[in-house]
Antibody
Framework: QVQLQESGPGLVKPSETLSLTCAVSGYSISSGYYWGWIRQPPGKGLEWIGSIYHSGSTYYNPSLKSRVTISVDTSKNQFSLKLSSVTAADTAVYYC???????????????WGQGTLVTVSS | EIVMTQSPATLSVSPGERATLSCRASQSVSSNLAWYQQKPGQAPRLLIYGASTRATGIPARFSGSGSGTEFTLTISSLQSEDFAVYYCQQYNNWPFFGQGTRLEIK
C-alpha cells in the first residue's frame, strides 16, 4: 500500500520560505510516476502547485512557478517543496500525492498524504 | 487556462436518493477528467478518472459520464458516508480543479 506523509514547520513568517517534505513508503519513487504537491486554503478548493519525476523533471503551476521549487531525493524515497516569499495567502493545508502520468502528460492523483497545515503569520 | 465550473455549489439530497453533480470545462478536455471526494479533515480520495472509470475500491453506486466540456458524477443511492465535498479535475493540460460541490443531507 502506497503511503505518503508530509512534514515541516506549521508556522512560517511572511516573506520567508515555506519548506515541506513528503516521505513515501510502500512504493519506490525511482520506479516511476510523478509526485506532486497540492494545497487547500482553509474552507476553499484545491490548487495544484507542481509535480516532479524521479529524474528531476518538473512541472509547475504557471501562477506559482516563480516562487516554487520541487526536488526529489530517491535515496530517501522522498520529495520536497519550497515556496518562497510567502504571504498570508499561502496559508493552507499542503498535500503531497502520487501523480499518474502518461507520455509526459500529467493526469490525476491516486494516493494522497493526510495533509499538513501551514500558517503564514508573524 | 481551462476553467472548471461545478454546479450546484451545494446540493441537498435525502439518503437513498440519487445525486447528480455537474462539472463544466471552459474548453474541451476530451475525457481527461477525474472526480474526488473529500470529507472534513481528510485528504481527497480519487473516485473516477477518464471521465467514467471507477478507481480501485470505489462502489458501483458512483458513476461518471460526459466528454468534451460537460461532465456528470452520479451517486445512485446515497449512503450516509457519501455526504462530502466533491471536486472535478481536468488533466487535458495542467491539472486544475473545480471549486467543489458540497453534498449535504436533506
Amino acid at each position: 500500500q502506497v503511503q505518503l506523509q508530509e512534514s515541516g514547520p506549521g508556522l512560517v513568517k511572511p516573506s520567508e520560505t515555506l519548506s515541506l517534505t513528503c516521505a513515501v513508503s510502500g512504493y519506490s519513487i525511482s520506479s516511476g510516476y510523478y509526485w506532486g504537491w497540492i494545497r487547500q486554503p482553509p474552507g476553499k478548493g484545491l490548487e495544484w502547485i507542481g509535480s516532479i519525476y524521479h529524474s528531476g523533471s518538473t512541472y509547475y503551476n504557471p501562477s506559482l512557478k516563480s516562487r516554487v521549487t520541487i526536488s526529489v531525493d530517491t535515496s530517501k524515497n522522498q520529495f520536497s517543496l519550497k515556496l518562497s516569499s510567502v504571504t498570508a495567502a499561502d496559508t493552507a493545508v499542503y498535500y503531497c500525492a502520487r501523480h499518474v502520468s502518461y507520455q509526459l502528460l500529467l493526469y490525476y492523483f491516486d494516493y494522497w498524504g493526510q495533509g499538513t497545515l501551514v500558517t503564514v503569520s508573524s | 487556462e481551462i476553467v472548471m465550473t461545478q454546479s450546484p455549489a451545494t446540493l441537498s439530497v435525502s439518503p437513498g436518493e440519487r445525486a447528480t453533480l455537474s462539472c463544466r470545462a471552459s474548453q474541451s478536455v476530451s475525457s481527461n477528467l477525474a472526480w474526488y471526494q473529500q470529507k472534513p479533515g481528510q485528504a481527497p480520495r480519487l473516485l473516477i478518472y477518464g471521465a467514467s472509470t471507477r478507481a480501485t475500491g470505489i462502489p458501483a453506486r458512483f458513476s461518471g459520464s460526459g466528454s468534451g466540456t460537460e461532465f456528470t458524477l452520479t451517486i445512485s443511492s446515497l449512503q450516509s458516508e457519501d455526504f462530502a465535498v466533491y471536486y472535478c479535475q481536468q488533466y487535458n493540460n495542467w491539472p486544475f480543479f473545480g471549486q467543489g460541490t458540497r453534498l449535504e443531507i436533506k
